[in-house]
């Protein structure tokens, strides 16, 4: 089993994922500043997933997600120096960030464009040659290509919703947008939400949403589990890939119809 962090909290925490948080800090760190984030938090544009990172350093966090010259928008947030003592950072915390500093002065960050347009190509061909092969009778064969192409177009909108293809927050957004609305039927926000909380706190019980895969697939001791997960490193192999394409439909469908007019 991956290890799957509970952040201190027993099995009866566990089971309340829903429990609210309780005595909040409204405080954050990013390189060492600390910011107030009582009436803030309230009106974070990426919600309240702020709050996952009360009370620590949101440094790594912060890089990830915004761009470096957002931080001025905030300068009024400031907490005066002299007023706390910035918390200590871990040498392999701070090996990672200095590794990561080198990664992007090398270029390794920078998306090739070319590389999308041949996967968009890919996603495309199995798209249009679900069709007529369908129609030919070679229906075991169009279910195949229909699959492909569901997971060609949802890992090129997983690229796009990094904002990680285009460079431009807009234009990464847009096709976002498209690619989710027009060739997988869900939302590209819920998703975008969605999958930036299970990067936020991957692998945590009550913050990442992707990780509750049980009973089928268990990670973790806290979870529910049946006799068939001592089989999991047998049959996640096997069944595991398509299961995430059904399981994805599964939530684009219970959305549609949680949000029914």
Not at 47 to 58: E, K, L, M, R, S
Not at 69 to 77: G, P, Q, R
Not at 90 to 105: A, F, G, N, T, V
Not at 155 to 160: I, S
């Amino acid at each position: 089993m991956c290890k799957t962090s509970t952040e201190n909290v027993d099995s009866s925490s566990v089971k309340k994922r829903t429990k609210p948080v309780e005595k909040l800090q409204y405080w954050i760190e990013i390189d060492g500043e600390r910011y107030d984030t009582r009436e803030f938090h309230k009106a974070h544009p990426g919600g309240h997933v702020i709050n996952f990172y009360d009370g620590t350093d949101a440094t790594d966090a912060f890089r990830n997600f915004h761009r470096p010259e957002i931080l001025k928008n905030y300068a009024h947030l400031k907490m005066p120096r002299g007023s706390y003592t910035p918390l200590p950072v871990d040498p392999m915390i701070k090996e990672y960030r200095s590794w990561r500093e080198q990664l992007i002065e090398k270029g390794l960050f920078k998306p090739r464009i070319s590389f999308f347009v041949g996967q968009a190509a890919i996603a495309l061909a199995f798209f249009f040659a679900t069709f007529p092969l369908y129609m030919k009778g070679y229906w075991w064969l169009s279910v195949f290509t229909a699959g492909a192409a569901q997971v060609c177009f949802g890992w090129l909108m997983h690229d796009l919703g990094h904002r990680s293809v285009t460079t431009t927050r807009k234009g990464d957004s847009w096709w976002n947008t498209v690619i989710m609305q027009l060739f997988q039927g869900g939302s590209s926000n819920w998703w975008t939400s969605k999958h930036n909380r299970h990067h936020l706190m991957p692998n945590v019980m009550e913050k990442d949403p992707d990780i509750h895969t049980d009973p089928l697939f268990v990670w973790h001791e806290l979870m529910k589990k049946g006799p068939w997960n001592k089989l999991q490193a047998i049959y996640f192999p096997i069944i595991g890939p398509p299961a995430g394409v059904v399981f994805m439909k599964l939530l684009v469908i219970r959305l549609a119809y949680l949000h029914r007019e």
